[in-house]
C-alpha cells in the first residue's frame, strides 16, 4: 500500500489509532530513518495517530512543534544517504533536500553536512548584486527628492520629480528588494511573522501609497496636497530596500566567518596517502585507503588516516586534536591520529580507522551538529519572536492612526512614515541571531582547544555547574599502570624476580599483568614460557618457570602454599600509604619479593583540580579502588573535598543523583564503561576522549586529550559563551525597547525629534551586524 505523505501506510495509521504498532518498518517523521515500531521505545501519539522515532531526541522535536513536521512537502524530506540536507542556522529542524528559505525565519538554508567546497554562497552573491543596483539607483533618487527638498535645489521640474523618482525606485523596491516580499508574504501564509513581515509591509505600505499619488493625484483631497502637489515618499522605500540589503550582506558574510572552524579543521587530513605495496610506494587518493593498509608518513606531513605506528619514531604535533602545542613522541606500538602533524623522523602506519571512521572525521561531524544545537536560553528569544512581530504590527496602526488624528500638519506624512520605521526598525533578527551565532562560534572555537560540545545544552549547563564529580583511573590517573618498585628478601635479585613474575603474568587477564610484563621488557628481561599455568580466583596466579614453581598474588596466596608473608608486610604497607597495589611473589617455595603496581597520577591534574576550584567548583572523586588507594590519590593531587571509594558503576550513578538531590549543579567527569551511568545522570557529562565509546556517548562533552586541562578550557568557554549569548540577548532587548518609541515619535513632543525610515533602516542592519560581529569575538577567546 502507498505510504502517506508521513511516511505511514493507511493501514499502519489504522494500527496506530487502534494501539497496535504496524508491522514492517516506518519513517522517522523527524529524520526520515527508517524504524521497527516494535522495537524503538520512542513514540508520541498526536490527533489520533501515533508516530514512532529512532531517538529520545526526534521525539522531543516532534513534540515541541508536530506541524512543522506533519505540514512539510516533498522538497521539505530529508535527503538520501547520498545527498545533501539543508537547515536552517536559527531553526534546526527545518530540514530540506535542496536550498531555499527557512518557513519560519525566512533566512537561506545553508547546508548541514560541513564541506571544504569554497563555492560563494549563492544567496550572498545574489544579495549582493541587489545592493549594487539598489545602491547605484538610490543616490540620484536621494538627489532628485530630499536634496532638492533640504536645499531647494530642483534639478527637474516639479511636475516631473515623481515620475522620475517612481522610474529610480521601481527596480529598487521590485526587483532589488523582491526576495523580501516573496519572503513577507511566505511568513504570512504560514503564519510565522518575522522581519521579512515588517519590512515588505512598510516598504510596500511606503511604495504602493506614493505611486497611487503619482499615478492618480486626483484622488486625494486638497488637504494632501503641499505646494500644490501630493507628496511622494519614494526614497523612504527605495533607500530602506538598499539598507537592508546591505545589513543582510554584512550579516551573510559575518555567517560565513562561523563556519571557519570547521572548515579548518577538513582541511587537515591530506587528500592523498603513500601506500606501500609489494613492489614500493604508490601515491594513492585518501578514498582508496582501507583498514589494513600500510602508510608512509614523511616529516612534515599530516598523517592521513587513524592508525598504529609499525616503523620508526616521531614527535607528531597533536595541538589540533588536544589544544595542546606540545609534540607528542610517537614509536612502534603508538597511536596516531588523522590530521596530527608528523615532526621530524618518518614514520611507517597501518590504517586503522579511515574516511568517517577516524577521530578527525568524529570532531567534525560533532562540531556540525553542535553548531546546530538550540540552548535552553534561546527560548527566551524565540517565545518573544512569537507575540514581538505581530505586536510591533499593532504599534505601527496605532502611530498611523493617532499622528493622522492629532499628529501636526502633514498628518498623513507624518503618520505614514512613522509607522513604516516602526516596522522598520523593530526587524527581530538581531534578536533571533544572538543565540545561534555564539553557539556556533563557541564549538568551533571549543574544537580548536580540544573541547568537543555535544550540544548547546551542554555549553548551558556547564556555565552552571557548581560540583564536579571525577572518576579516578583514566580521568585523574593516566589509567595505564606501571609498577613502580621491586622490593626482594631472601637474596632474590629485583631483575630475577620481575622477569619470574612477568614469564607466569604473560598468561593472566588480569588488568595489572600486562604492567607486570612492560616492566620486564623494559628492563631488558627475557618473557619465559611458563608451564602448569594456573589462576586462584581472587588470589593470584603460579605455573613453573625454569623448573621452578612460581607464585604471585596477594598474602593469602602465600599463605595458601605454606609461606610466611611477614617480611614482605613491612615494605608492602610502605607503598600501599602511596596509593599502589602491591603483588607478592614466591619462587621455589620461598617468598622472593613484592611488586608495586601503581596507575601514575597525570601530569596536569594537580594544576587543573587547583584551576577548576578557582573557578568556585567543588571536586568529588569516585573510584572503585579501595578507601586506602583513593585517600592516597587524594592527598597527593589535594584540593578534593570528598572522596567516595568501593563503588559499583550503580553507586556512582546514585552519588550523582544524591548530590542533585540536594541542589547541586553536577558535571560528571570520567571514561569507562562503568562511569556511562554516572554521566548520563549529571547535568553535565564529560568524557575523556581516550576513553570508551560508551563513555562519550553517554556526555555531553569530551576532552579529546582525555586531560583535566581541557576542562578548565571546557568551563571556561561555557562562560564566555553565556555571557557573550546575554550580552547579545541585551543588546537585541534593548535596542527594540528603545528605538520602536522613538520611531513612534515619543520624543516629538519633546525635543521635535523624528525617526526617518531610512534612518530606522540603518539602525536595524546595523544592530544584526553588531549581534554577529560580537559572536564572533569569541574566536579570540583566551581559554
Same mark, same amino acid.
Given at each position: 500500500?502507498?505510504?502517506?505523505?508521513?511516511?505511514?501506510?493507511?493501514?499502519?495509521?489504522?494500527?496506530?489509532?487502534?494501539?497496535?504498532?504496524?508491522?514492517?518498518?516506518?519513517?522517522?517523521?523527524?529524520?526520515?530513518?527508517?524504524?521497527?515500531?516494535?522495537?524503538?521505545?520512542?513514540?508520541?501519539?498526536?490527533?489520533?495517530?501515533?508516530?514512532? =522515532?529512532?531517538?529520545?531526541?526526534?521525539?522531543?522535536?516532534?513534540?515541541?512543534?508536530?506541524?512543522?513536521?506533519?505540514?512539510?512537502?516533498?522538497?521539505?524530506?530529508?535527503?538520501?544517504?547520498?545527498?545533501?540536507?539543508?537547515?536552517?542556522?536559527?531553526?534546526?529542524?527545518?530540514?530540506?533536500?535542496?536550498?531555499?528559505?527557512?518557513?519560519?525565519?525566512?533566512?537561506?538554508?545553508?547546508?548541514?553536512?560541513?564541506?571544504?567546497?569554497?563555492?560563494?554562497?549563492?544567496?550572498?552573491?545574489? =544579495?549582493?548584486?541587489?545592493?549594487?543596483?539598489?545602491?547605484?539607483?538610490?543616490?540620484?533618487?536621494?538627489?532628485?527628492?530630499?536634496?532638492?527638498?533640504?536645499?531647494?535645489?530642483?534639478?527637474?521640474?516639479?511636475?516631473?520629480?515623481?515620475?522620475?523618482?517612481?522610474?529610480?525606485?521601481?527596480?529598487?523596491?521590485?526587483?532589488?528588494?523582491?526576495? =523580501?516580499?516573496?519572503?513577507?508574504?511566505?511568513?504570512?501564509?504560514?503564519?510565522?511573522?518575522?522581519?521579512?513581515?515588517?519590512?515588505?509591509?512598510?516598504?510596500?505600505?511606503?511604495?504602493?501609497?506614493?505611486?497611487?499619488?503619482?499615478?492618480?493625484?486626483?484622488?486625494?483631497?486638497?488637504?494632501?496636497?503641499?505646494?500644490?502637489?501630493?507628496?511622494?515618499?519614494?526614497?523612504?522605500?527605495?533607500?530602506?530596500?538598499?539598507?537592508?540589503?546591505?545589513?543582510?550582506?554584512?550579516?551573510?558574510?559575518?555567517?560565513?566567518?562561523?563556519?571557519?572552524?570547521?572548515?579548518?579543521?577538513?582541511?587537515?587530513?591530506?587528500?592523498?596517502?603513500?601506500?606501500?605495496?609489494?613492489?614500493?610506494?604508490?601515491?594513492?587518493?585518501?578514498?582508496?585507503?582501507?583498514?589494513?593498509?600500510?602508510?608512509?608518513?614523511?616529516?612534515?606531513?599530516?598523517?592521513?588516516?587513524?592508525?598504529?605506528?609499525?616503523?620508526?619514531?616521531?614527535?607528531?604535533?597533536?595541538?589540533?586534536?588536544?589544544?595542546?602545542?606540545?609534540?607528542?613522541?610517537?614509536?612502534?606500538?603508538?597511536?596516531?591520529?588523522?590530521?596530527?602533524?608528523?615532526?621530524?623522523?618518518?614514520?611507517?602506519?597501518?590504517?586503522?580507522?579511515?574516511?568517517?571512521?577516524?577521530?578527525?572525521?568524529?570532531?567534525?561531524?560533532?562540531?556540525?551538529?553542535?553548531?546546530?544545537?538550540?540552548?535552553?536560553?534561546?527560548?527566551?528569544?524565540?517565545?518573544?519572536?512569537?507575540?514581538?512581530?505581530?505586536?510591533?504590527?499593532?504599534?505601527?496602526?496605532?502611530?498611523?492612526?493617532?499622528?493622522?488624528?492629532?499628529?501636526?500638519?502633514?498628518?498623513?506624512?507624518?503618520?505614514?512614515?512613522?509607522?513604516?520605521?516602526?516596522?522598520?526598525?523593530?526587524?527581530?533578527?538581531?534578536?533571533?541571531?544572538?543565540?545561534?551565532?555564539?553557539?556556533?562560534?563557541?564549538?568551533?572555537?571549543?574544537?580548536?582547544?580540544?573541547?568537543?560540545?555535544?550540544?548547546?545544552?551542554?555549553?548551558?549547563?556547564?556555565?552552571?555547574?557548581?560540583?564536579?564529580?571525577?572518576?579516578?583511573?583514566?580521568?585523574?590517573?593516566?589509567?595505564?599502570?606501571?609498577?613502580?618498585?621491586?622490593?626482594?628478601?631472601?637474596?632474590?635479585?629485583?631483575?630475577?624476580?620481575?622477569?619470574?613474575?612477568?614469564?607466569?603474568?604473560?598468561?593472566?587477564?588480569?588488568?595489572?599483568?600486562?604492567?607486570?610484563?612492560?616492566?620486564?621488557?623494559?628492563?631488558?628481561?627475557?618473557?619465559?614460557?611458563?608451564?602448569?599455568?594456573?589462576?586462584?580466583?581472587?588470589?593470584?596466579?603460579?605455573?613453573?618457570?625454569?623448573?621452578?614453581?612460581?607464585?604471585?598474588?596477594?598474602?593469602?596466596?602465600?599463605?595458601?602454599?605454606?609461606?610466611?608473608?611477614?617480611?614482605?608486610?613491612?615494605?608492602?604497607?610502605?607503598?600501599?600509604?602511596?596509593?599502589?597495589?602491591?603483588?607478592?611473589?614466591?619462587?621455589?617455595?620461598?617468598?622472593?619479593?613484592?611488586?608495586?603496581?601503581?596507575?601514575?597520577?597525570?601530569?596536569?591534574?594537580?594544576?587543573?583540580?587547583?584551576?577548576?576550584?578557582?573557578?568556585?567548583?567543588?571536586?568529588?572523586?569516585?573510584?572503585?579502588?579501595?578507601?586506602?588507594?583513593?585517600?592516597?590519590?587524594?592527598?597527593?593531587?589535594?584540593?578534593?573535598?570528598?572522596?567516595?571509594?568501593?563503588?559499583?558503576?550503580?553507586?556512582?550513578?546514585?552519588?550523582?543523583?544524591?548530590?542533585?538531590?540536594?541542589?547541586?549543579?553536577?558535571?560528571?567527569?570520567?571514561?569507562?564503561?562503568?562511569?556511562?551511568?554516572?554521566?548520563?545522570?549529571?547535568?553535565?557529562?564529560?568524557?575523556?576522549?581516550?576513553?570508551?565509546?560508551?563513555?562519550?556517548?553517554?556526555?555531553?562533552?569530551?576532552?579529546?586529550?582525555?586531560?583535566?586541562?581541557?576542562?578548565?578550557?571546557?568551563?571556561?568557554?561555557?562562560?564566555?559563551?553565556?555571557?557573550?549569548?546575554?550580552?547579545?540577548?541585551?543588546?537585541?532587548?534593548?535596542?527594540?525597547?528603545?528605538?520602536?518609541?522613538?520611531?513612534?515619535?515619543?520624543?516629538?513632543?519633546?525635543?521635535?525629534?523624528?525617526?526617518?525610515?531610512?534612518?530606522?533602516?540603518?539602525?536595524?542592519?546595523?544592530?544584526?551586524?553588531?549581534?554577529?560581529?560580537?559572536?564572533?569575538?569569541?574566536?579570540?577567546?583566551?581559554?
Amino acid at each position: 500500500m502507498k505510504p502517506d505523505a508521513h511516511g505511514y501506510s493507511k493501514v499502519a495509521a489504522r494500527r496506530a489509532s487502534e494501539g497496535t504498532a504496524p508491522q514492517g518498518s516506518v519513517k522517522d517523521p523527524v529524520c526520515g530513518m527508517v524504524v521497527d515500531p516494535a522495537m524503538t521505545p520512542h513514540r508520541a501519539d498526536h490527533s489520533g495517530q501515533t508516530y514512532y =522515532f529512532c531517538s529520545q531526541g526526534c521525539r522531543d522535536k516532534f513534540v515541541a512543534d508536530p506541524s512543522a513536521y506533519l505540514d512539510r512537502g516533498p522538497a521539505d524530506e530529508p535527503a538520501t544517504a547520498n545527498g545533501m540536507i539543508w537547515t536552517c542556522p536559527m531553526h534546526p529542524q527545518i530540514r530540506r533536500n535542496g536550498p531555499g528559505n527557512c518557513p519560519i525565519c525566512g533566512m537561506a538554508l545553508e547546508p548541514e553536512e560541513p564541506s571544504l567546497d569554497n563555492a560563494p554562497n549563492p544567496e550572498l552573491v545574489d =544579495f549582493t548584486r541587489r545592493t549594487w543596483v539598489a545602491g547605484v539607483l538610490t543616490v540620484p533618487l536621494l538627489a532628485v527628492s530630499m536634496v532638492a527638498e533640504l536645499f531647494n535645489l530642483h534639478f527637474l521640474p516639479m511636475a516631473w520629480s515623481p515620475w522620475v523618482q517612481l522610474a529610480l525606485t521601481a527596480p529598487i523596491v521590485l526587483w532589488a528588494g523582491w526576495p =523580501f516580499f516573496q519572503r513577507g508574504w511566505t511568513s504570512i501564509a504560514s503564519r510565522h511573522l518575522n522581519m521579512f513581515t515588517l519590512v515588505s509591509i512598510g516598504v510596500g505600505a511606503a511604495f504602493a501609497y506614493s505611486v497611487v499619488a503619482t499615478v492618480a493625484p486626483g484622488l486625494f483631497p486638497m488637504t494632501f496636497r503641499m505646494n500644490g502637489m501630493v507628496p511622494v515618499y519614494y526614497e523612504a522605500a527605495g533607500v530602506v530596500v538598499a539598507l537592508v540589503l546591505f545589513g543582510q550582506v554584512l550579516e551573510l558574510r559575518a555567517r560565513a566567518a562561523t563556519g571557519r572552524a570547521i572548515r579548518a579543521l577538513l582541511k587537515l587530513a591530506p587528500k592523498t596517502a603513500r601506500r606501500l605495496t609489494a613492489v614500493g610506494e604508490e601515491e594513492v587518493d585518501l578514498a582508496e585507503i582501507v583498514a589494513g593498509d600500510r602508510l608512509t608518513v614523511r616529516p612534515g606531513e599530516a598523517i592521513p588516516v587513524d592508525g598504529v605506528v609499525m616503523e620508526g619514531r616521531s614527535a607528531v604535533d597533536e595541538a589540533m586534536l588536544t589544544g595542546e602545542p606540545a609534540p607528542v613522541l610517537k614509536e612502534g606500538g603508538a597511536a596516531v591520529t588523522a590530521g596530527t602533524v608528523n615532526g621530524t623522523g618518518a614514520l611507517v602506519i597501518e590504517a586503522r580507522a579511515v574516511g568517517a571512521g577516524t577521530v578527525l572525521a568524529r570532531i567534525v561531524r560533532m562540531v556540525a551538529e553542535a553548531q546546530r544545537s538550540r540552548a535552553p536560553i534561546q527560548a527566551v528569544a524565540d517565545r518573544v519572536s512569537g507575540w514581538f512581530v505581530p505586536l510591533v504590527v499593532a504599534i505601527s496602526v496605532a502611530t498611523f492612526v493617532i499622528w493622522n488624528v492629532v499628529g501636526p500638519e502633514p498628518r498623513f506624512g507624518h503618520a505614514l512614515l512613522n509607522a513604516i520605521a516602526v516596522l522598520i526598525i523593530a526587524c527581530p533578527c538581531a534578536l533571533g541571531l544572538a543565540t545561534p551565532m555564539s553557539i556556533m562560534v563557541g564549538t568551533g572555537r571549543g574544537a580548536r582547544a580540544g573541547v568537543l560540545i555535544k550540544d548547546a545544552e551542554a555549553l548551558q549547563m556547564l556555565d552552571k555547574v557548581d560540583t564536579l564529580v571525577i572518576d579516578k583511573t583514566g580521568t585523574l590517573t593516566e589509567g595505564r599502570p606501571r609498577v613502580t618498585a621491586v622490593e626482594t628478601v631472601n637474596g632474590f635479585d629485583s631483575a630475577e624476580v620481575l622477569a619470574a613474575a612477568a614469564a607466569v603474568e604473560a598468561k593472566s587477564e588480569h588488568p595489572l599483568a600486562q604492567a607486570i610484563v612492560t616492566a620486564a621488557r623494559s628492563d631488558g628481561a627475557e618473557i619465559l614460557v611458563a608451564g602448569d599455568f594456573s589462576s586462584q580466583t581472587g588470589l593470584g596466579v603460579s605455573g613453573t618457570v625454569k623448573g621452578r614453581d612460581v607464585v604471585v598474588g596477594n598474602a593469602d596466596q602465600l599463605r595458601r602454599i605454606g609461606i610466611d608473608p611477614t617480611a614482605l608486610d613491612a615494605g608492602a604497607d610502605r607503598h600501599r600509604l602511596g596509593g599502589a597495589g602491591v603483588m607478592f611473589v614466591a619462587i621455589g617455595g620461598r617468598a622472593a619479593g613484592s611488586l608495586a603496581v601503581a596507575d601514575p597520577i597525570k601530569s596536569s591534574a594537580r594544576e587543573a583540580i587547583e584551576a577548576l576550584r578557582s573557578e568556585g567548583l567543588r571536586i568529588v572523586m569516585l573510584t572503585g579502588d579501595a578507601q586506602g588507594t583513593a585517600d592516597a590519590v587524594a592527598r597527593e593531587i589535594g584540593g578534593i573535598d570528598e572522596v567516595h571509594a568501593g563503588l559499583k558503576p550503580e553507586d556512582k550513578a546514585r552519588i550523582v543523583g544524591d548530590l542533585k538531590a540536594k541542589g547541586a549543579v553536577v558535571a560528571m567527569a570520567g571514561d569507562g564503561i562503568n562511569d556511562a551511568p554516572a554521566l548520563a545522570a549529571a547535568d553535565v557529562g564529560v568524557a575523556m576522549g581516550t576513553g570508551t565509546d560508551v563513555a562519550i556517548e553517554s556526555a555531553g562533552i569530551t576532552l579529546t586529550k582525555g586531560d583535566l586541562a581541557a576542562m578548565v578550557r571546557a568551563r571556561r568557554l561555557a562562560k564566555a559563551t553565556m555571557r557573550n549569548i546575554r550580552q547579545n540577548l541585551f543588546f537585541s532587548f534593548v535596542f527594540n525597547g528603545i528605538g520602536v518609541p522613538v520611531a513612534a515619535g515619543l520624543l516629538y513632543p519633546i525635543a521635535g525629534l523624528l525617526l526617518s525610515p531610512m534612518i530606522a533602516g540603518a539602525a536595524m542592519a546595523m544592530s544584526s551586524f553588531t549581534v554577529v560581529t560580537n559572536a564572533l569575538r569569541l574566536n579570540s577567546a583566551k581559554l
